[in-house]
């Protein structure tokens, strides 16, 4: 393995050498109109071409009859709910499977390839947001297994027939250094992974338990799709940017360049992938992947018939992903392991997780379900009421409302409280998308009481009583991405939004804007707004106005947040002058609010500490009335759930809660969480203890399916900490 690994070391020297070769190949827009991120070749009599649907309205897979490649024919759309992985898994049984995963829910569902009807005993749910799905046949065992990667993580599960149905069966879990967004696998067992803007990275397949070593490859790509071509002699590996794909061979050298002609605009969105067998028009195969160009979204097809000869490659046209690479195959899982562990040597067996004893013949549950449920399988818990998440120690929470329908991509909320009558407070939210790209705003009851068009704006949040000449006045802040600008409103006395002379302040050249929160500082008095980039870069500004009331802003600080990591999620405490941060896959930083504080950060979270997965998004916090008591409250993207921790130092954690479905009033459970916001003050009586307002990423609709648009939930902030809790914030 080090012998193989070393042989990579001139990977990157080796892209800087001129290509000798390169080819041009015309592309056909073969199906548009949906949302993709990966493609996936199927290898039959009948092939077909699969592909993922990410769109919040529809979501789940397509499948594309490959007899006419200059058209597809889509021949079945599974509507499993918002998806960006499918693969497809050969000789289980007697049987070819296809097998996704939908964000909505986390269940991983199981398809039968010739019928493509799903087989509803072989579901299993993987709490998580996935990103790619790579599939392996072991050549010792002949065993077919998948990794599935997601935020910083990887599953590794065996496919295998039990009582004649499918069986999804997690064999570890392990760390890797990014997101997989895009996976391959060569013909030796090594797994390659990337996504946009990190290094490419490595690791072996084994039959094992024990975590792999992930190696990294190269230096920072624009990787976005990873692909294997099995040739005769050797696998080539291709990577894929925005416009053009890169082949390498064995030793990791540069064989040439594919590049494109016949979409403007283009810009490849992932789902590298190829087809090694004879197709109408092309009988060396085809390559697909996921695109955008011009306005079109969908999947595109290219010809090997000219690229292979023009990099020197030899077609392979007799590989076949069916079949099995062990003559005499020896099983690793073996009868004394009761098929629940590996086995090892001197009659050992190393258990699958959910499994345990010297034959690994019973079953057990993380934490025991942490006393709130029943152990009912192998690391399968069955929850008691108030209970929820993988060890039931997620409280589950019910929203008893949520907004109406609006946006085609909302992030984040924020909470008005009236002056005249609490139960009169809004909830302000924000589309970052270009559909519907504004601010809209909520009642108590959800109920859309207005929109205002905005350049796209992110984070959201509320400035009460600042003096804009000879007034005082609320407003709303954001980020705005379209323009890079900060975005400010003012809130009227009912609640509702209008422009403000002065309310739109551009941001430095070539800086790209992101998050954003606010700070009224107790030392000076003065209103600063802070935004971020993706790359960690923060600008605080103060916020004043002219005589006549045009709002202006200066730039006093800047700083790198975190370990320069993608940030988003900001919140700051006005009584401490503490700023929290949010590093998507890293944690929650602590920094000084003041424009001359340090700019050294305190790592008071951290993903993988047990309790917090990436990503991290939303922040807010609920101060006590007096003292220092009260709560910081972060979204964990990855588990769907929301962390509390003591808004004093040193920040202890507080518990996990989740919000499930609320039957009775027919609203859906959160998914995906995003930007959040919380008050303690009690607004209604249903709100008696005060608002917590989340971000749901997709909107499962009672009839089937999810909306368009998005929705937020609005939940009592009495059912999330309990009157004891509620109690010691004096409100």
């Known amino acids: ?133 790579c599939a392996w046949r072991s050549s010792d065992s002949g065993q077919q297994y998948l990794f599935l990667f997601g935020k910083k993580q990887v599953v590794q599960l065996l496919v295998r027939t039990h009582h004649q149905d499918p069986e999804l069966v997690e064999i570890q879990k392990f760390k890797i250094p990014i997101e997989g967004e895009t996976c391959t696998v060569t013909s030796t067992g090594i797994v390659f992974f990337s996504s946009e803007d990190q ?86 195969g085809a390559f697909a992947f996921a695109f955008e160009g011009g306005d079109e979204t969908g999947v595109v097809l290219g010809s090997l018939e000219a690229a292979l000869p023009a990099l020197g490659i030899l077609p392979n046209t007799k590989y076949s992903p069916s079949k099995s690479l062990c003559k005499k195959c020896t099983d690793a899982v073996c009868d004394r392991c009761s098929g629940n ?72 909320p924020a909470i008005w409280i009236s002056p005249i009558s609490p139960d009169k407070s809004r909830i302000v939210t924000t589309t970052k998308s270009a559909e519907g790209a504004g601010f809209a705003v909520f009642d108590l009851k959800g109920t859309l009481l207005q929109k205002m068009p905005a350049a796209e704006p992110n984070n959201v949040d509320i400035i009460y009583g600042f003096k804009a000449g000879n007034r005082t006045i609320d407003l709303t802040f954001a980020a705005c991405r379209d323009d890079n600008t900060l975005c400010l ?109 340090s700019n050294t950060g305190y790592l008071i979270a951290k993903v993988g500490d047990g309790r917090l997965s990436a990503d991290v998004e939303g922040l807010t916090l609920v101060p006590a009335k007096n003292g220092p008591g009260g709560y910081l409250f972060v979204s964990s993207q990855g588990i769907s759930a929301y962390l509390v921790y003591q808004r004093a130092p040193p920040h202890e954690y507080v518990m996990t809660f989740t919000i499930v479905d609320n039957g009775g009033r027919g609203i859906d459970h959160v998914s995906n969480t995003d930007g959040i916001a919380a008050v303690g003050y ?11 307002v989340t971000h749901d990423d997709a909107n499962e609709l009672a009839e089937g399916g999810t909306a368009a648009e998005a929705s937020f939930k609005l939940v009592s902030l009495a059912d999330i900490l309990g009157p004891q809790r509620i109690k010691s914030l004096g409100y």
Not at 24 to 37: C, I, K, M, Q, S
Not at 121 to 129: P, S, T
Request: negative net charge.
């Open 682 to 692: 009690k607004l209604n009586s249903e709100f008696p203890g005060g608002l917590f």
């Open 199 to 284: 290094p490419l990275y490595s690791f072996r397949a084994t039959e094992s338990t024990s975590p792999p070593e992930i190696l990294a490859v190269s230096k920072e790509l624009e990787v976005s799709g990873l692909s294997t071509y099995h040739g005769i002699s050797q696998d080539y590996l291709l990577l894929a940017d925005d416009e053009q794909i890169e082949v390498l061979d064995a030793r990791m050298r540069s064989v040439g360049t594919i590049l494109f002609n016949g979409i403007e605009d283009l810009s490849i969105q992932g789902g590298l992938s190829v087809y090694q067998a004879s197709l109408p028009g092309s009988a060396s």
């Open 489 to 597: 409103f003012e809130v009227t006395s009912t609640g509702l939004l209008q422009q403000i002379s002065g309310g739109v302040h551009q941001t430095p050249e070539d800086y790209e804007v992101y998050g954003s929160c606010t700070y009224l500082s107790k030392k000076s008095g003065k209103q600063y707004l802070f935004v971020n980039s993706k790359k960690a870069l923060y600008l605080q500004y103060e916020l004043s106005a002219t005589v006549n009331g045009t709002l202006q802003t200066q730039l006093v600080r800047n700083f790198t947040g975190g370990s320069g990591g993608q940030v988003e999620g900001c919140v700051a405490d006005d009584e401490t002058d503490y700023l929290f941060l949010g590093e998507e896959p890293e944690g929650i930083w602590r920094y000084s609010a003041e424009p001359d504080g």
């Open 1 to 133: 393995m080090r012998q193989f690994f070393a042989s990579i070391a001139c990977f990157w020297a080796s892209l800087s050498f001129t290509r000798a070769r390169s080819v041009n190949v015309n592309l056909v827009p073969a199906a548009t109109g949906f949302e993709p991120d990966n493609t996936v070749f199927y290898y039959s009599t009948n092939p077909f071409l699969l592909s993922n649907d990410g769109g919040a309205e529809s979501g789940g897979y397509l499948v594309f009859d490959l007899s006419n490649t200059s058209s597809l024919t889509e021949k079945s759309y599974q509507k499993t709910g918002r998806s960006k992985v499918i693969a497809p898994v050969y000789s289980i049984g007697s049987r070819d499977l296809f097998v996704t995963i939908a964000a909505p829910d986390s269940i991983m569902r199981v398809f039968d390839a010739t019928t493509i009807t799903e087989i509803p005993r072989a579901r299993k749910k993987i709490l998580g947001d996935w990103s790619n799905l």
């Open 341 to 412: 562990g590996f086995c090892g040597g001197r009659g050992s067996c190393e258990c699958f997780p959910g499994f345990a004893g010297k034959t690994c013949d019973r079953h057990t549950c993380e934490s025991n379900c942490s006393g709130y449920g029943k152990c009912i399988g192998p690391n399968t818990c069955k929850c008691y009421d108030q209970w929820d998440g993988p060890d039931c120690s997620f409280s589950a929470v019910k929203a008893k409302y949520e907004t109406d329908a609006n946006g085609g991509d909302g992030d984040d």
